[in-house]
Protein backbone atom coordinates (compact mmCIF):
# COMPACT_ATOMS: atom_id res chain seq x y z
CA UNK A 1 0.00 0.00 0.00
CA UNK A 2 1.36 3.32 -1.01
CA UNK A 3 1.16 6.12 1.40
CA UNK A 4 -0.49 9.22 0.32
CA UNK A 5 3.14 11.27 0.26
CA UNK A 6 4.49 8.76 -1.89
CA UNK A 7 1.27 9.02 -4.44
CA UNK A 8 1.65 12.90 -4.18
CA UNK A 9 5.29 11.82 -5.28
CA UNK A 10 4.80 9.96 -8.25
CA UNK A 11 1.96 12.00 -9.57
CA UNK A 12 3.57 15.14 -9.21
CA UNK A 13 6.86 13.61 -10.87
CA UNK A 14 4.91 11.61 -13.59
CA UNK A 15 5.21 14.46 -16.85
CA UNK A 16 5.37 13.28 -20.07
CA UNK A 17 4.31 14.47 -23.17
CA UNK A 18 3.88 14.39 -27.59
CA UNK A 19 2.13 16.70 -29.86
CA UNK A 20 0.73 16.64 -33.41
CA UNK A 21 0.11 20.25 -35.61
CA UNK A 22 -2.81 21.99 -36.61
CA UNK A 23 -4.44 25.22 -36.42
CA UNK A 24 -1.56 26.67 -34.51
CA UNK A 25 -0.13 24.03 -32.08
CA UNK A 26 3.55 23.13 -32.42
CA UNK A 27 4.02 20.04 -34.59
CA UNK A 28 5.19 17.51 -32.59
CA UNK A 29 8.92 17.03 -33.95
CA UNK A 30 12.33 15.09 -32.87
CA UNK A 31 13.66 11.67 -31.81
CA UNK A 32 11.11 11.06 -29.28
CA UNK A 33 8.08 11.87 -31.27
CA UNK A 34 6.81 8.32 -33.51
CA UNK A 35 4.07 9.28 -36.60
CA UNK A 36 1.38 6.33 -36.69
CA UNK A 37 -1.47 5.85 -38.96
CA UNK A 38 -4.21 7.25 -35.72
CA UNK A 39 -1.60 9.65 -34.08
CA UNK A 40 1.64 11.58 -33.27
CA UNK A 41 2.79 10.18 -30.20
CA UNK A 42 5.60 11.52 -27.82
CA UNK A 43 7.07 9.82 -25.53
CA UNK A 44 7.75 11.60 -22.39
CA UNK A 45 9.01 8.72 -19.84
CA UNK A 46 8.35 4.85 -20.57
CA UNK A 47 8.38 4.05 -16.75
CA UNK A 48 5.77 5.16 -15.52
CA UNK A 49 4.50 5.65 -19.04
CA UNK A 50 4.07 8.92 -20.08
CA UNK A 51 3.03 10.31 -23.58
CA UNK A 52 1.51 13.36 -24.98
CA UNK A 53 -0.48 11.82 -28.11
CA UNK A 54 -2.12 14.11 -31.21
CA UNK A 55 -5.09 12.07 -32.35
CA UNK A 56 -5.79 12.56 -36.09
CA UNK A 57 -9.93 13.40 -36.32
CA UNK A 58 -10.74 14.00 -39.95
CA UNK A 59 -8.52 17.04 -41.04
CA UNK A 60 -7.91 17.89 -37.64
CA UNK A 61 -5.80 16.44 -34.99
CA UNK A 62 -7.45 16.03 -30.67
CA UNK A 63 -4.71 16.06 -28.01
CA UNK A 64 -4.39 13.75 -24.93
CA UNK A 65 -1.87 13.23 -22.07
CA UNK A 66 -1.27 9.51 -21.28
CA UNK A 67 0.04 8.47 -18.30
CA UNK A 68 0.15 5.32 -15.92
CA UNK A 69 2.40 3.89 -13.03
CA UNK A 70 1.09 0.26 -12.68
CA UNK A 71 -1.11 -2.66 -14.77
CA UNK A 72 -3.53 -0.92 -15.96
CA UNK A 73 -7.10 -2.73 -16.20
CA UNK A 74 -9.22 -0.15 -18.35
CA UNK A 75 -7.96 3.60 -19.93
CA UNK A 76 -10.15 6.11 -18.75
CA UNK A 77 -10.47 9.78 -20.68
CA UNK A 78 -11.18 12.64 -17.99
CA UNK A 79 -12.68 15.42 -19.20
CA UNK A 80 -12.25 18.60 -17.16
CA UNK A 81 -15.31 21.40 -16.14
CA UNK A 82 -14.90 24.72 -17.46
CA UNK A 83 -14.34 26.01 -20.77
CA UNK A 84 -12.61 22.71 -21.06
CA UNK A 85 -9.07 22.72 -23.11
CA UNK A 86 -6.61 21.90 -20.26
CA UNK A 87 -3.76 23.42 -22.47
CA UNK A 88 -1.52 20.28 -22.33
CA UNK A 89 2.18 22.13 -23.65
CA UNK A 90 4.30 19.81 -26.05
CA UNK A 91 6.55 19.15 -22.61
CA UNK A 92 3.12 17.68 -21.04
CA UNK A 93 2.36 20.21 -18.66
CA UNK A 94 -1.20 20.85 -18.23
CA UNK A 95 -1.47 25.01 -17.78
CA UNK A 96 -5.20 24.97 -17.74
CA UNK A 97 -7.83 23.18 -14.75
CA UNK A 98 -5.17 21.88 -13.40
CA UNK A 99 -7.02 22.11 -10.03
CA UNK A 100 -9.96 20.56 -11.42
CA UNK A 101 -10.82 16.84 -9.36
CA UNK A 102 -10.12 14.56 -12.31
CA UNK A 103 -6.82 16.47 -13.59
CA UNK A 104 -5.20 16.66 -9.61
CA UNK A 105 -6.54 13.42 -8.63
CA UNK A 106 -5.43 11.29 -11.68
CA UNK A 107 -2.35 9.77 -9.90
CA UNK A 108 -5.08 8.19 -7.55
CA UNK A 109 -6.30 6.23 -10.74
CA UNK A 110 -2.96 4.97 -11.20
CA UNK A 111 -2.89 3.10 -8.05
CA UNK A 112 -6.43 1.49 -8.94
CA UNK A 113 -4.96 0.24 -12.19
CA UNK A 114 -6.58 2.81 -13.95
CA UNK A 115 -4.97 4.39 -17.16
CA UNK A 116 -5.33 8.10 -17.80
CA UNK A 117 -5.87 10.29 -20.64
CA UNK A 118 -6.15 13.76 -19.77
CA UNK A 119 -8.92 15.10 -22.73
CA UNK A 120 -7.18 18.54 -23.82
CA UNK A 121 -8.85 19.94 -27.13
CA UNK A 122 -9.13 19.17 -30.59
CA UNK A 123 -6.20 21.60 -32.20
CA UNK A 124 -8.76 23.74 -33.96
CA UNK A 125 -10.80 24.79 -31.00
CA UNK A 126 -7.87 25.37 -28.09
CA UNK A 127 -9.49 28.09 -25.93
CA UNK A 128 -13.50 26.89 -25.51
CA UNK A 129 -15.26 23.55 -26.19
CA UNK A 130 -18.24 25.01 -24.34
CA UNK A 131 -20.30 25.77 -28.16
CA UNK A 132 -19.52 22.60 -29.07
CA UNK A 133 -18.99 19.32 -27.17
CA UNK A 134 -22.73 18.47 -27.32
CA UNK A 135 -22.55 18.73 -30.89
CA UNK A 136 -22.05 15.60 -33.40
CA UNK A 137 -18.66 16.71 -34.71
CA UNK A 138 -16.60 16.94 -31.01
CA UNK A 139 -18.07 13.27 -30.22
CA UNK A 140 -17.01 11.91 -33.61
CA UNK A 141 -13.71 13.74 -32.18
CA UNK A 142 -13.91 11.96 -28.53
CA UNK A 143 -14.88 8.61 -30.94
CA UNK A 144 -11.82 8.95 -32.63
CA UNK A 145 -9.59 8.78 -29.20
CA UNK A 146 -11.26 6.43 -27.96
CA UNK A 147 -10.52 3.98 -31.12
CA UNK A 148 -7.26 5.01 -30.87
CA UNK A 149 -6.53 4.12 -27.21
CA UNK A 150 -8.51 0.96 -27.56
CA UNK A 151 -6.56 -0.11 -30.46
CA UNK A 152 -2.93 0.99 -28.82
CA UNK A 153 -3.30 -0.54 -25.65
CA UNK A 154 -5.95 -3.30 -26.07
CA UNK A 155 -8.01 -2.33 -23.04
CA UNK A 156 -11.84 -1.34 -22.29
CA UNK A 157 -11.96 2.67 -22.73
CA UNK A 158 -14.41 4.43 -20.59
CA UNK A 159 -15.38 8.11 -20.74
CA UNK A 160 -15.08 10.01 -17.05
CA UNK A 161 -16.40 13.97 -16.49
CA UNK A 162 -16.25 16.60 -14.04
CA UNK A 163 -18.98 18.93 -13.83
CA UNK A 164 -19.34 20.84 -17.68
CA UNK A 165 -16.56 17.92 -18.33
CA UNK A 166 -20.06 15.70 -18.03
CA UNK A 167 -21.66 16.84 -21.39
CA UNK A 168 -18.51 16.21 -23.23
CA UNK A 169 -18.95 12.70 -21.35
CA UNK A 170 -22.60 12.12 -22.32
CA UNK A 171 -22.23 13.19 -25.59
CA UNK A 172 -20.00 10.50 -26.24
CA UNK A 173 -21.89 7.61 -24.67
CA UNK A 174 -25.07 8.89 -26.26
CA UNK A 175 -23.69 9.55 -29.37
CA UNK A 176 -21.50 7.15 -30.48
CA UNK A 177 -23.21 3.91 -30.26
CA UNK A 178 -21.10 0.82 -30.92
CA UNK A 179 -17.85 2.87 -31.98
CA UNK A 180 -18.11 4.85 -28.25
CA UNK A 181 -16.77 4.05 -25.04
CA UNK A 182 -17.08 0.45 -22.91
CA UNK A 183 -18.46 2.97 -19.93
CA UNK A 184 -19.42 6.15 -18.32
CA UNK A 185 -19.31 7.99 -15.25
CA UNK A 186 -20.59 11.14 -14.63
CA UNK A 187 -18.80 13.72 -11.28
CA UNK A 188 -21.09 16.67 -10.05
CA UNK A 189 -22.93 16.87 -13.19
CA UNK A 190 -23.85 19.50 -15.18
CA UNK A 191 -27.56 20.05 -14.94
CA UNK A 192 -28.18 23.58 -15.79
CA UNK A 193 -26.03 24.75 -18.65
CA UNK A 194 -26.96 28.32 -19.16
CA UNK A 195 -26.52 29.61 -22.71
CA UNK A 196 -24.87 26.54 -23.25
CA UNK A 197 -25.80 22.89 -23.15
CA UNK A 198 -26.28 20.88 -20.35
CA UNK A 199 -26.61 16.71 -19.98
CA UNK A 200 -30.32 17.08 -20.11
CA UNK A 201 -29.39 17.95 -24.11
CA UNK A 202 -28.34 14.82 -25.19
CA UNK A 203 -29.94 12.38 -26.08
CA UNK A 204 -29.83 10.03 -23.22
CA UNK A 205 -31.74 7.14 -24.39
CA UNK A 206 -29.26 5.94 -26.72
CA UNK A 207 -26.72 5.43 -23.58
CA UNK A 208 -26.42 1.67 -23.26
CA UNK A 209 -23.20 1.20 -21.56
CA UNK A 210 -22.71 0.99 -17.95
CA UNK A 211 -23.27 4.47 -16.39
CA UNK A 212 -22.13 6.17 -12.96
CA UNK A 213 -23.33 8.79 -11.57
CA UNK A 214 -21.33 10.58 -8.40
CA UNK A 215 -22.52 13.45 -6.73
CA UNK A 216 -21.34 15.41 -3.48
CA UNK A 217 -24.51 15.28 -1.17
CA UNK A 218 -23.89 19.32 -0.35
CA UNK A 219 -22.54 20.41 -3.78
CA UNK A 220 -24.13 23.84 -3.88
CA UNK A 221 -23.70 24.97 -7.26
CA UNK A 222 -26.52 26.23 -8.37
CA UNK A 223 -25.95 24.60 -11.69
CA UNK A 224 -25.14 21.01 -10.27
CA UNK A 225 -28.05 20.31 -8.07
CA UNK A 226 -28.14 17.40 -6.37
CA UNK A 227 -31.75 17.32 -6.54
CA UNK A 228 -31.65 16.53 -9.90
CA UNK A 229 -29.63 13.30 -9.47
CA UNK A 230 -32.99 11.11 -9.55
CA UNK A 231 -34.26 12.66 -12.35
CA UNK A 232 -30.97 12.64 -14.80
CA UNK A 233 -30.95 8.57 -13.58
CA UNK A 234 -34.55 8.07 -14.88
CA UNK A 235 -33.14 9.09 -18.50
CA UNK A 236 -30.28 6.26 -18.23
CA UNK A 237 -33.07 4.27 -19.09
CA UNK A 238 -31.55 1.86 -21.45
CA UNK A 239 -28.42 2.06 -19.96
CA UNK A 240 -26.96 -1.54 -19.23
CA UNK A 241 -26.51 -0.65 -15.74
CA UNK A 242 -26.82 2.85 -13.53
CA UNK A 243 -25.98 3.51 -10.16
CA UNK A 244 -25.58 6.11 -7.73
CA UNK A 245 -22.96 6.85 -5.41
CA UNK A 246 -23.62 9.77 -2.90
CA UNK A 247 -20.48 11.49 -1.34
CA UNK A 248 -20.35 13.16 2.20
CA UNK A 249 -17.80 14.91 3.73
CA UNK A 250 -14.71 16.78 2.97
CA UNK A 251 -14.47 20.43 3.23
CA UNK A 252 -16.01 23.73 1.31
CA UNK A 253 -14.79 26.85 0.36
CA UNK A 254 -14.74 29.53 -1.79
CA UNK A 255 -16.82 29.82 -4.76
CA UNK A 256 -19.51 26.55 -4.50
CA UNK A 257 -19.35 25.56 -8.51
CA UNK A 258 -15.32 25.86 -8.55
CA UNK A 259 -12.89 22.96 -7.58
CA UNK A 260 -12.21 23.78 -3.72
CA UNK A 261 -15.40 22.27 -2.41
CA UNK A 262 -17.82 19.73 -1.92
CA UNK A 263 -18.49 20.56 -5.58
CA UNK A 264 -14.87 19.10 -6.38
CA UNK A 265 -14.98 16.81 -3.35
CA UNK A 266 -12.34 18.44 -2.02
CA UNK A 267 -10.28 16.18 1.02
CA UNK A 268 -12.56 13.14 0.12
CA UNK A 269 -10.38 12.63 -4.00
CA UNK A 270 -8.81 9.44 -2.70
CA UNK A 271 -12.08 8.09 -1.59
CA UNK A 272 -14.04 9.05 -4.62
CA UNK A 273 -11.50 7.71 -7.04
CA UNK A 274 -11.40 4.21 -5.53
CA UNK A 275 -15.38 4.16 -6.10
CA UNK A 276 -14.98 5.04 -9.01
CA UNK A 277 -12.42 2.78 -9.92
CA UNK A 278 -14.13 -0.43 -8.64
CA UNK A 279 -17.25 0.49 -10.03
CA UNK A 280 -14.89 0.60 -13.68
CA UNK A 281 -13.40 -2.68 -12.94
CA UNK A 282 -16.62 -4.26 -11.77
CA UNK A 283 -18.23 -3.75 -14.87
CA UNK A 284 -15.80 -4.94 -17.81
Same mark, same amino acid.
Given at each position: ?12 ? +??? $? ?33 ? $? ?12 ? @? ?32 ? %? ?47 ? +? ?34 ? @????? +? ?7 ? &????? +? ?32 ? %? ?5 ? $? ?8 ? %? ?10 ? %?????? &? ?11
Amino acid at each position: MFSSFTRMVVGLG +LVL $IVTACVSGREKLAGPGVKSTPTAMIKVLSETPLSE $IHDVISGTDTVRVL @VETSSEPKAIAILFAGGRGPTGITNDGLITKLAG %NFLVRSRYSFWFEDIMTAVFDSPASVTQDLRPIHDGQGFADDVGAVIRH +LRKTYNLPVWVIGNSRGTVAAASAAGRLGDNGPDGV @VFTSS +LFYGGSTAS &VFDLP +LENVRIPSLIVHHKQDGCQYTSPTSVPIFQSKLI %NARAVEV $IWIEGGSDGG %NPCQASGYHGFK %NVEGSV &VGKISNWVKGHK
